[in-house]
């Protein structure tokens, strides 16, 4: 049983502010769930909530996060299935407050089972996660600057933050990073629903000739209309990130051929419950899917890691959240190899903890 849950608020500042066409960000005000059994065993989350994207705020998500600890106590923590419902009972929405509790309790049931999670969740060590790093959208000179700096420290993957108005100016950032760093590095690009379809349209047939990958959410995430329209004559695959935060959108975006892709955030689908959910969607329509982030540690990105072994169809990985964090709190989880390919633990669990000396530095909730 469920026996008591700890909540924290903590706060990390970005080692500079991280820009997208919504706004900008400089700290991850991130809130942690520990969810202890009765044996005092426990699991921890995290979750990372983004005002622009989901509506929901650090002091929100700890004020909600009290309600569900209250909810939950006394419950078995196995019974994950029942336990989201429960969430989803007891509000519309939340899905990143909703995640850390999800990820805490897969946590928990991985270390009681004496697997690491992503063997818990049926998934092997035979994929290779390498990550991208992300290009905030900048001057067209402090972008190219940014863009040869993470080549010169061996990224293969650029992710290029864009969705300015008029979409020739991101033809151009675009133009010139693809100069300033060749031919051999793999460049995808995100507009978050910056752009109009006009834009979109201009902007897509402007990049052409410089080998995108991808583009993210080209225009606003409830406009299927034209996500559809410019599916049919984008020659670059689209790909659904805030279009597609659950289940549900998920088969609504595939039944309107709005999207050629589907980016997954555990932050967006409520965890890891639900984010299968997606995956399976995904595959049942042979799509592919992107695994992101928002600004998680590498206590979140661990999760998300061992939940990206356990889907053949995630074939792009976009975890490099920690790496624009000042400092790094975490104890075990995931590390980066020199080439941005990640190791995962065999530790049950996600592996990864927050240091106590850390966390000692917020005010901890306690319900039981």
Known sequence: MIDKIEIYG????????????????????????????????????????????????????????????????????????????LMNKMIVGNASIKSAVDMALYDLNAKNAGKPLYAFLGGSKDKKIVTDNTVSLLSEDKMVAKAEKFVDQGFKILKIKIGD??????????????????????????????????????ALFGMVDYNIEHCEE??????????????????????????VFNHVDALRVIRNKAADLINIKLGKSGGIYNAMKIA??????????????????????????????????????DLDSPLMLSEDPVVGGITYNADWSINITETPGHGADFDPAFLARFPKIEIK
């Open 165 to 202: 108005r008029p979409g020739t100016n991101d033809v151009s950032r675009i133009k010139a990073i693809r100069k300033a760093v060749g031919e051999h590095i793999t460049l995808r690009v995100d507009a978050n629903q910056g752009w109009s379809y006009v834009d979109a349209k201009k």
């Open 10 to 85: 903590i706060q990390i500042e970005l080692n500079e502010p991280f820009v997208i066409s919504k706004g900008a960000l400089s700290h991850a005000r991130n809130t942690v769930v520990k969810i202890y059994d009765h044996q005092g065993i426990y699991g921890i989350g995290e979750c990372c909530p983004f005002r622009s994207i989901h509506g929901e705020t650090q002091a929100g998500t700890i004020a909600f996060a009290k309600d569900l600890a209250e909810a939950l106590i006394g419950k078995n923590p196995e019974e994950i299935h029942n336990l989201v419902h």
């Open 218 to 243: 080209p225009v606003h995430a409830n406009n299927i209309i034209d996500q559809a329209r410019l599916v049919a004559i984008s020659p670059i695959p689209l790909m659904a990130d805030e279009a």
């Open 280 to 317: 399976a969607i995904a595959e049942a329509a042979d799509m592919n899917c992107q695994l992101g982030c928002f600004s998680e540690s590498r206590l979140g990105i661990s999760a998300m890691a061992h939940f990206d072994l356990a889907w053949n169809n995630i074939l792009y990985h």
